[in-house]
């Protein structure tokens, strides 16, 4: 099973209406960026010791550090995050909350497992990568976001792509690779086609920021907005954002233009920006009309 993090978000920010989570992604390039790996794709052709060969597959071949799964992470953040939210708004008697942890939980084994199946990650990696995911999911519960000026968030967006070259050059000058893991990529993947940049730990640090600054950007729209206050909750509702969410995500996501490097991750920031914003947008549109009906009625 394979849970992007473009399918993930919307699903996420319509449990919380937009609250609270859209932290998360940053944290996650960061440590990214500082944490090495190896992956077991690669490992294995390195080791000296005779290993049988591993298969791999269409998503096998990721370019970042291999600790700790970013799937995992990413994964266990958001769907937290989303028990968190129901466990509250629905006000579940005391056997709903265990079946939420239950299928929390499954849906956990279900991601690690697929990621050690395909020669991505050691086990060891996706723990540390879930455990991680849930730890972040708790800190950005208690952070209400939506109360952040938009200032704030130009300077986060800044801030997020800036603090990574830096990371890099100081990698650099102390006489490391922060590409190590690119070229172990490119070495040992079956297929050259299967190294994508959207593996790219600086194409996850142009995404988390185009998301922040489109998440900044919904925000100061809706706080002057009464169709946002005014808040339509109904599951209808949230059904219908989530479809519509996860078909935009899907086909935002799948605009992989062959451009240069520098392009591809400038067409990132810009997506992904666009993306959140589109999705935050649609209560907003559907609460506008709601509202206009109601008065015309
Ligand atoms: O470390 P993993 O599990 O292979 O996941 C890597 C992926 O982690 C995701 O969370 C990032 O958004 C992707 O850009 C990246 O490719």
């Known amino acids: 099973m394979h849970f992007s993090s473009t399918s993930l978000l919307p699903t996420a920010f319509t449990s919380l209406q937009g609250k609270k989570f859209c932290g998360l992604p940053a944290c996650q390039s960061g440590s990214m960026l500082i944490l090495h790996g190896e992956r077991p ?9 005779k290993l049988p060969s591993l298969n791999q597959y269409r998503l096998t071949c990721e370019t970042g550090p291999g600790s700790p799964s ?17 466990i509250r708004l629905s006000k579940a008697r005391w056997y709903k909350p265990w079946c939420c942890w239950i299928c929390f939980a499954l849906m956990m084994l279900a991601a690690g497992v697929s990621r050690c199946y395909i020669a991505t990650h050691f086990p060891h990696q996706v723990v ?3 455990l991680t995911g849930v730890a972040m999911a708790m800190i950005f519960l208690k952070v209400a976001l939506k109360d952040v000026s938009l200032k704030t968030y130009i300077l986060l967006v800044i801030f997020i792509p800036v603090s990574s070259v830096l990371t890099s050059a100081v990698i650099r000058m102390i006489g490391l690779d922060p590409d190590w893991s690119i070229a172990k990529a490119m070495k040992w993947c079956a297929e050259s086609q299967w190294v994508h940049p959207d593996t790219q730990p600086y194409n996850a640090v142009q995404r988390d920021a185009g ?7 919904f925000v100061s729209i809706a ?3 009464r169709s946002f206050q005014s808040g339509d909750s109904s599951n209808l509702f949230r059904l219908v954002h989530i479809i519509l969410s996860l078909l935009i995500a899907q086909v935002i996501e799948n605009i992989k233009p062959k451009v240069s490097t520098e392009m591809y991750y400038l067409i990132t920031f810009l997506k992904f920006g666009l993306l959140v914003n589109i999705i935050c947008l649609i209560p907003l549109l559907i609460g506008r009309r709601k509202i206009n009906s109601d008065k015309n009625s």
């Open 70 to 86: 970013g799937h995992a992470m990413v994964t266990a953040a958001v769907l937290c995050t989303v028990v968190f939210a129901y």
């Open 223 to 225: 706080r002057s907005s």
């Open 41 to 49: 794709y690669w490992w294995i052709k390195e080791s000296d010791n």
């Open 211 to 217: 998301s922040l600054l489109g998440y900044g950007i």
């Open 128 to 130: 540390a990568g879930t």
